[in-house]
């Protein structure tokens, strides 16, 4: 009986618990069939290919551990180190040193 409550509690509150997971679509990352949506208007070779190159990046991304958000975050840390042009300069982070 207690599992039968605890089953229709998952049920009731499964949504806000799995709302943040990213949205798949045929085991991709959704984002990866935007090209195809592309493809069906514009149906030529080299859109097909396109749309493989792409699919083939999330990929691996994925086989990397990453998000597309994420992945656009470390390829900027990849290209500006620890320069953050958005910040201006007496908002930039100092190391310090706290041992005496």
């Given at each position: 009986?207690?599992?039968?409550i605890?089953?229709?509690?998952?049920?009731?509150?499964w949504?806000?618990?799995?709302?943040?997971?990213?949205v798949r679509f045929?085991g991709?990352?959704?984002?990866?069939?935007?090209p195809?949506?592309?493809?069906l208007?514009y149906a030529?070779i080299s859109t097909?290919?396109?749309?493989?190159?792409?699919?083939?990046?999330?990929w691996l991304?994925?086989k990397?551990?990453?998000?597309?958000?994420?992945?656009?975050?470390s390829?900027?840390?990849?290209i500006?180190?620890n320069?953050r042009?958005?910040l201006?300069?007496?908002?930039?982070?100092k190391?310090?040193?706290?041992?005496r």
């Amino acid at each position: 009986m207690a599992n039968q409550i605890s089953d229709m509690q998952e049920q009731v509150n499964w949504h806000w618990r799995n709302s943040m997971r990213p949205v798949r679509f045929l085991g991709f990352d959704a984002r990866a069939i935007i090209p195809f949506c592309v493809l069906l208007f514009y149906a030529r070779i080299s859109t097909l290919i396109i749309c493989f190159i792409v699919t083939i990046f999330f990929w691996l991304l994925e086989k990397k551990g990453l998000t597309f958000p994420a992945a656009l975050r470390s390829s900027r840390l990849f290209i500006f180190g620890n320069y953050r042009p958005g910040l201006t300069k007496f908002r930039h982070r100092k190391l310090k040193d706290f041992g005496r």
